[in-house]
Structures are given as C-alpha cells and as structure tokens.
C-alpha cells in the first residue's frame, strides 16, 4: 500500500508574504511562489499531512504556522489513536502561546487542518477555518467544522472563534473515518474562500485537479495565501 500527496502553498496575489504552511510526513514548506510537488509514500503509520494559516503580522503569522506544524511533525510518530492526535494539537497551542508572548509576536497565532492515518482508520482534524474535504465516489463532502462566527444567512465569515496559540485550551474537531475509499483535500481558506463546494467538487473530480484549483482560485483574485493538500491513501 501506498499514500500519494499533491501539495502547494503560494503567497497569492495580493499579500506580499506567504504565513501558509505545509507538512506531509517529514517534509515541511512554506514557498512564497509556489509549484505543485508530487509525493508517494509506503505505508509508514501513523502518517499525517495538513496545513496550517497563521495569523498575527508579518513574523508572527510565518512562524505561527511553521511552529506548529513543527510541533506536529515531532511529536506524530508516537501518535496511536484520536486521543494522542487531540493531545497534540493542544501541545502546539501551549507552545505557539508560549512564544507568542514575547512582545514583537504577541496576537500570532494560527488554524490548523488536517488527517492522520493510521493502520485502519483516518482521523480528520481541524481548528480554526482552514478545511478537511473527503472525496468518495465523486462527492466532495466537508468534514472539517468551521471555528468561525456566521453571517446573517448562516454562512461562515473569515472572523474565527479559535485557533492554535490561544491562552484558553483549544477544542479541536475530530472525525473518525474508515481506512480506504476516500481521498481527501486539505486547505486554507485562501482556497475555500475563492471557490464554491461545487467549483471545488469539479476540479478534484477532473483530469487535473492541483492545476484546475490553481488556475481557479487565481481567476477569482486570489486574495489570501492558498494552499492545499490531495491525499490519496492505498
């Protein structure tokens, strides 16, 4: 068995620095001009992949995003379950917390997405707005929960009620699912927040999918950083 990842981040077309972050595996980035770069994977359990949308300036959402994820990456090999994945996105809270008091960072902080697979099940993890899609049989289906408050017709906005470096513990969303028959796309709202469920639906479900999101989320302006992750395990 295998996993296959396609992944890119790129600062976008209107802010003048990248605070996106990526990790697959080991393998950390955070470009500001980015190229698709493909991956394959032996089936190392557990294996985690996501993407993290800092926040909090220049220097405080870079290193928000990257020091989480460095957490993560750390401390994942002795995941065994949805517990220890619960445990350590609140150990990447506290540290991104702890650093963020210093006071050229205080406010940085960061959203966090992603999925950890292990032997027989895949656990889809979220805070904050950055997005977990899983992709069976042709439907796109979020499975990521937006931590953000709504607008007057019950659509998310871009105001998030959480995210990792907060003082108070965070309440990660955490969604168990069977091993095999499901790909997955992971992204910033850089991604979301330009195109549609349905816009996305048909681009993953195409010939070219990282292409076509690139090409779409640029033609929409591309506002914000964006980044994403297509998963495909076995």
């Known amino acids: 068995m295998s996993i296959e990842v396609t992944a890119f981040t790129d600062t ?4 003048d620095h990248n605070e996106d972050a990526l990790l697959v595996g080991a393998w950390s980035c955070q470009a500001a001009t980015g190229s698709v770069v493909h991956m394959r994977f032996g089936d190392d359990v557990p294996f985690v992949a996501a993407v993290a ?13 990257r020091l989480a994820l460095s957490v993560i990456a ?12 619960a445990d350590g996105l609140q150990h990447a809270n506290d540290q991104v917390h702890q650093v963020g008091q210093n006071p050229e960072l205080l406010g940085m902080g960061t959203t966090i997405a992603g999925v950890c697979a292990f032997a027989d099940q895949v656990v889809v993890f979220n805070v904050g707005d950055s997005r977990v899609y899983g992709i069976s049989d042709g439907v796109l289906q979020q499975l990521s929960v937006d931590d953000a408050l709504l607008d007057d017709q019950g659509r998310p906005t ?8 907060q003082r108070m513990p965070v309440d990660p969303h955490l969604t168990v699912q069977p091993r095999g028959g499901t790909a997955y796309l992971v ?16 681009a993953v ?4 999918p990282a292409e076509t999101i690139i090409e779409a989320t ?12 297509l998963i495909s395990l076995d």
Do not use: Y
């Not at 640029?218 to 994403?228: E, L, T």
């Open 205 to 208: 479900t195409g010939p070219s």
């Open 187 to 202: 992204c910033s709202d850089g991604v979301s927040g330009m195109m549609s469920d349905e816009a996305l639906r048909d």
């Open 218 to 229: 640029r033609k929409a302006g591309a506002q914000d950083n964006f980044s994403f992750l």
């Open 53 to 65: 949308d800092g926040m909090g300036g220049h220097a405080g959402g870079e290193l928000a995003s």
């Open 158 to 165: 871009h105001r998030i009620t959480q995210a990792l470096g």
């Open 12 to 15: 976008g077309l209107v802010r």
């Open 74 to 85: 750390d401390i994942a090999p002795g995941w065994a379950g949805p517990d220890d994945v």
